[in-house]
């Protein structure tokens, strides 16, 4: 994944379900969501735990299928164990058609199931976090677009 692919997933990108976003603020993918919230995308957290409470201020949702059309979710950002990956990624594909882009953070990789969101069309990051990424190439997210 180069600098300008980075780039572009920061510019494409406006909504992003944060799979496994822990409520707790001392969590990574809180801090992480918290973040990419300040920039201005919007967060659709995916907790089946907390289902129906909120979490950074929007509506947590058991399954990526849960998340309304309406979402237009752009972008998976998974919190999860490297082998729960593949179930994501399937569901992802089914259930958000302007999905551009399955994000997997540091220390969450899996070679199938990112060939299989490729093959989809989809972008793919893997053991990589957009907290640490995005700023490396400038990305003032969608409020600085």
Not at 79 to 84: K, L, N, P
Request: hydrophobic share 40%.
């Amino acid at each position: 994944m180069t600098q300008p692919d980075i780039a572009r997933i920061a510019a494409q990108t406006r909504n992003i379900a944060v799979v496994g976003l822990s409520p707790k603020p001392e969590r990574p993918s809180h801090e992480v969501a918290h973040y990419l919230q300040n920039l201005g995308y919007r967060i659709i957290p995916v907790n089946p735990g907390h289902a129906g409470e909120q979490i950074l201020g929007e509506t947590t949702y058991a399954t990526l299928s849960d998340i309304p059309a309406d979402a237009a979710v752009n972008m998976v950002d998974i919190f999860r164990r490297s082998e729960s990956v593949p179930a994501v990624v399937d569901e992802a594909l089914a259930a958000l058609p302007g999905l551009k882009t399955i994000w997997m953070q540091i220390g969450v990789m899996h070679d199938q199931a990112a060939d299989k969101a490729r093959a989809a069309g989809k972008t793919v990051v893997q053991d990589r976090c957009p907290k640490i990424e995005f700023p490396r190439v400038g990305a003032a997210g969608p409020k600085g677009a």
